[in-house]
């Protein structure tokens, strides 16, 4: 390895995964030495709070690390090698609309599926370019690494708007869920299997699971376990995980029924079971409540305590496995490691059934020219039936940015297998169109 130190920029630094991932940062420069590390955000007083406690952190835990925080985007892109995206348009208050409205017409109302993911989507295409072009005219050289959502959407909108970009669009979620196969199966981590993966974002299916060491096939015992509780492992393993979340892994239970030749991606149950979905929301607290009462809360009032007392000794966060995650890739990225992961690319014969110009989720290799994908073989008849329902949704949500167009918006809505009908999807958007009136096209 080279002794070459990299310097980092965070898109959306007031995010609250920030200080986590600044802890993970420092904690991995094994991996990804650091010269310099930036904080960027459009909401001053946000990131303030963030950054504040980060600069104590990077002194304390990695003090030959440069550290500023900044909204001028001239200052938070020269001289970068990864830009991380980590963006919510709109912030909480608008994920807030997204879980709200569609649930007011008994749709389920989910950040990333459904009409609210669609919504969110349609709100992340200009910042998510935006961020391209400051990183391009900056840092030509530098590799945006994009976890900001909707990635499906966002994704179509790199591979339309912006082809040759420097961009890959990850999600963290396959690999959450292969920790919890790690666990299941009595090793250490996702990294100890191996695995074949396809489908689109946050909608997708293990075709094979093995012991990367062994060879062992692990399906077997995991559907058997996957059966009875879904991916939920319980004990010191989710000690920390939020009830909404406990519910989701035990669901995967039931998605799992629904085709025993694969194992699924846990979101599958906003698509197989909306109105089991829709029964058990309550309307007037959704996940962001729960975000606003619980991970918000202790994120800045934990930066808070640093701030006061001039230390960050005893912080509560550990080096996450979602921030490893976004290591590891940088990790390959900066020396040409063709490690496998997952990405969301063009699909061009990945699937060998599905479009070529569908954006999937599947296995990659990472170098030092982005991502190289693998072939995967054909979709299953009932995957590849709902794939290409909700790929021409992401579609249309693309086209209704492109085109200014709420027919198009409309029939996204319409034909998502989430929405029961037409009528209904026509509400919902034009209550969305009101909300959304600071962040959207003008849809005509
Ligand atoms: N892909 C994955 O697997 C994965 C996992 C976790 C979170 N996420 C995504 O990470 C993002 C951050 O999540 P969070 O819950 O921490 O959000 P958050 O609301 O806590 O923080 C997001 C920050 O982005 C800032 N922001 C908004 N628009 C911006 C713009 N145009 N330029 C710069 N900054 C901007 C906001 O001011 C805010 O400080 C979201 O998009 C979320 O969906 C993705
Ligand atoms: O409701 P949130 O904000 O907690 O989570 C929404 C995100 O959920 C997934 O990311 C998980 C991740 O899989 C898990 O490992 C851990 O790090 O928490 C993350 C966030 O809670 C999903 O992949 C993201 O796209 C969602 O934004
Ligand atoms: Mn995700």
Redesign the pocket.
């Known amino acids: 390895m080279s002794d070459k130190k990299f310097s980092v920029v965070i ?8 200080p986590g991932f600044v802890i993970s940062l420092c904690a991995n420069q094994d991996k990804l030495p650091l010269r310099k590390l930036k904080l ?4 001053a007083e ?2 303030k709070k ?1 950054g504040d406690a980060c600069a104590i952190i990077v002194k304390e835990k990695a003090p030959g690390v440069e550290f500023e925080y900044t909204t001028d985007p001239e200052e938070a892109f020269t001289d970068v090698d990864f830009v991380l ?8 208050e608008m ?1 807030s609309q997204d879980e709200k409205i569609p649930l007011k017409y008994g749709v389920n109302g989910q ?2 599926t459904g009409p609210g993911g669609m919504a ?1 989507g349609l709100r ?1 295409i200009p ?1 998510i370019i ?2 391209i072009d400051f990183m391009e005219k900056y840092s030509p050289n530098a590799w945006m690494v994009n ?5 499906a959407i966002v994704s179509e909108a790199c591979r339309r708007f912006r082809p040759h970009a420097k961009i890959v669009n ?4 396959p690999i959450d869920d292969m920790g919890r196969m790690a666990a299941i199966a009595g090793l250490k981590s996702f990294k100890d299997l191996d695995f074949t993966y396809y489908g689109l ?1 946050h909608f997708g299916w293990w075709k094979s699971v093995t012991n990367k060491k062994t060879g062992e096939d692990l399906m077997p015992m995991l559907k058997e376990y996957t059966k009875k509780n879904g991916y939920y492992v319980g004990g010191d393993f989710d000690k920390d995980t939020e009830a909404s979340w406990v519910a989701t892994f035990k669901k995967v239970a039931d998605c799992y029924a629904l085709d025993p030749t694969t194992l699924p991606n846990n979101y599958m149950q906003y698509y197989y079971f909306p109105q089991y979905e829709v029964e058990n929301a309550n309307p007037h607290y959704t996940r962001t409540d729960e ?1 606003l009462e619980y ?2 809360k202790i ?1 800045f009032g934990e930066c808070a305590r640093i701030v006061k007392e001039g230390t960050a000794k005893g912080n509560l966060w550990e080096s996450a496995v ?1 921030s490893n995650y976004i290591i590891d890739i940088c990790h390959a990225i900066a020396f040409n490691t063709h490690e496998k992961y997952l990405a969301n690319i063009p699909n061009n014969g990945a699937i060998s059934n599905f479009p070529d110009d569908a954006i999937v989720e599947v296995p990659c290799l990472f170098g030092a020219d982005g991502v190289q994908p693998l072939c995967v073989g054909e979709a299953g008849r009932f995957q590849l039936g709902l794939m290409m329902e909700q790929v021409t949704c992401e579609k249309l949500v693309v086209d209704a940015y492109e085109q200014k167009s709420y027919i198009k918006m409309l029939q996204a809505f319409a034909l998502n297998k989430t929405v029961p009908d037409a009528t209904v999807a026509k509400k919902i958007l034009d209550d969305m169109m009101v909300v959304n009136k600071p962040y959207w096209p003008d849809l005509k």
């Open positions: 898109a959306g630094g007031g995010s609250t995964f920030t960027y955000d459009i909401d946000r990131q963030i995206g980590s963006i919510r348009v709109g912030k909480y994920r950040e990333t969110y992340s910042a935006e961020i976890y900001s959502n909707t990635i990850i999600c963290d979620m974002n975000i991970r918000q994120v979602h």
